[in-house]
């Protein structure tokens, strides 16, 4: 017996047969699914039009008329509704007829109980896919509509001008940037401005995803002929045998069927010098290359994007973000980003759900500063400054807020424990003010 589905999805059997539609029912309960009978082409329209069913499996002869009826009935009512066709009589005008009208299969009588349990998989599993695909288009375009690409800087503005000017070619891309940087964002904008915008989007984690799903995902795509663009994130993190199929995959196509737009941090020129990357593969992707800049280079782009993730997260929250005070914003401006735009917002999420007051200021940051590793050693202070050792950035934060946050602030500030912390306040001579000396 075959795997059950993975729910009891319902489907409507239309048959006046007793006897036939008990067995049928039988069959299909055994798998799993969920039946409602109907013995006329009237009462399985009604129950097609609840919405409350998956399927449709209709009979050709009719007390009341005939399949076919029952088919341009239900599909004016419910376009996406997949309908079955079964019959005793095999002519080729009524399964030619059946098709046109809108059934995507026809079944002879009397039928292999097999053939027609795949027929219904297969029906259910495409009906499934539309669905899923629908909702993926959905999602994403309002995740792109509220995350445009923001940058005034000359780098960011080329790679806005890059995008702009490819997205209609229908041309390979691929993007380069750190991790973090916005790869993805970039990717996205050239599919929603191109001819492609309202078919899927579909993104691919090529590093992070099992070889059995990265196949699935991007071959099974492929093969279903659904379209749009194919995503494929840290390609250069592909088997050598998936990269032959992808080449392979990239030779076949046809240029209206689907877009390929790859992404890496990795170099892959260098990498396919080496032998580790097919030098034919990286000249299909890169038609058109896209280098998007790191953060810690587009200059005031920083504090833009602050402010927007500030406000989407403050909104989110119910919470009113009017702006962020002079330490804030010099942190903002002068703090290196090695995570780039994902670890930017990230810090200024922290920030705004901890927020006592509508202005982000520099105590909101000490206390997201766990999530800056130490500020790295290569970083800079707030407000600009040479770059600090890992000591010597323990004690200027000590120095500047000892006398503003009690010992268990400032220890999981610096993300060291209180021992540690008193063991080095007693080594560099700090003392706290007698006003603090209690918290």
């Known amino acids: 017996m075959s795997a059950l589905p993975p729910r009891r999805e319902r489907l409507v059997l239309i048959d006046d047969d007793p006897g036939l539609s008990e067995v049928i029912e039988l069959l299909l309960e055994r798998e799993g699914y969920a039946v409602q009978r109907a013995g006329t082409v009237k009462r399985g329209i009604e129950l097609a039009a609840t919405g409350e069913f998956e399927l449709v499996i209709t009979d050709l002869r009719l007390p009341d008329g005939t399949g076919l009826d029952a088919i341009a009935a239900i599909r004016a ?7 079955i066709m079964i019959t005793s009589y095999s002519s080729m005008e009524s399964a030619i007829a059946a098709l046109r009208a809108g059934a995507i299969d026809y079944i002879i009588k009397p039928f292999d109980n097999d053939e027609f349990l795949h027929s219904i998989r297969r029906a259910l599993n495409e009906r499934r896919m539309q669905r899923e695909n629908l909702a993926l ?14 940058g005034e800087s000359p780098g960011m503005r080329r790679v806005q001008e890059l995008a702009r000017k490819v997205a209609a070619s229908g041309a390979n891309v691929l993007i380069n940037g750190e991790s973090g940087s916005g790869k993805e964002l970039v990717a996205l904008s050239i599919h929603f401005g191109g001819a492609h915008a309202e078919r899927p989007f579909l993104a691919v984690d090529c590093g992070a995803t099992p070889r059995e799903t990265l196949e699935e995902e991007i071959f099974g795509h492929a093969a279903r002929g659904l379209g749009g663009t194919l995503y494929l994130d840290e390609v250069g993190e592909l088997s050598a045998e998936l990269q032959l199929r992808l080449m392979r995959l990239l030779e076949d196509k046809r240029p209206s069927e689907l877009r390929f737009i790859a992404s890496t941090q990795r170099n892959l020129p260098a990498l396919a010098e080496r032998g580790q990357f097919r030098k034919d593969l990286y000249y299909r992707l890169s038609v058109i290359s896209i280098d998007v800049p790191p953060l810690r280079e587009r200059g005031e782009d920083a504090l833009l994007l602050a402010r927007r993730f500030a406000a989407e997260h403050a909104r989110r929250l119910g919470k009113t973000v009017a702006g962020f005070d ?4 010099s942190f903002i401006a002068g703090y290196g980003w090695p995570g780039n735009v994902r670890e930017l917002e990230n810090l200024v999420e922290r920030a705004v759900i901890l927020a006592e007051g509508d202005t982000l200021t520099g105590r909101d940051l000490a206390e997201v500063a766990p999530a800056l590793p130490m500020v790295r050693a290569a970083s800079p202070l707030p407000g600009g400054g040479r770059p600090l050792a890992i000591e010597e950035y323990v004690r200027e934060v ?4 000892q006398d503003t946050h009690s010992e268990t602030e400032l220890a999981r500030m610096l993300g060291i424990g209180r021992k540690a912390l008193w063991m080095r306040r007693r080594q560099w001579g700090l003392k706290r003010t007698r006003k603090s000396a209690g918290r």
């Open 77 to 83: 009512s419910r376009p996406e509704l997949p309908i």
């Open 326 to 329: 002079a330490e804030f914003e």
């Open 137 to 150: 288009r959905r999602n994403v375009r309002t995740d792109y509509d509220a995350r445009r690409m923001v």
């Open 398 to 401: 000590i120095e500047r807020f």
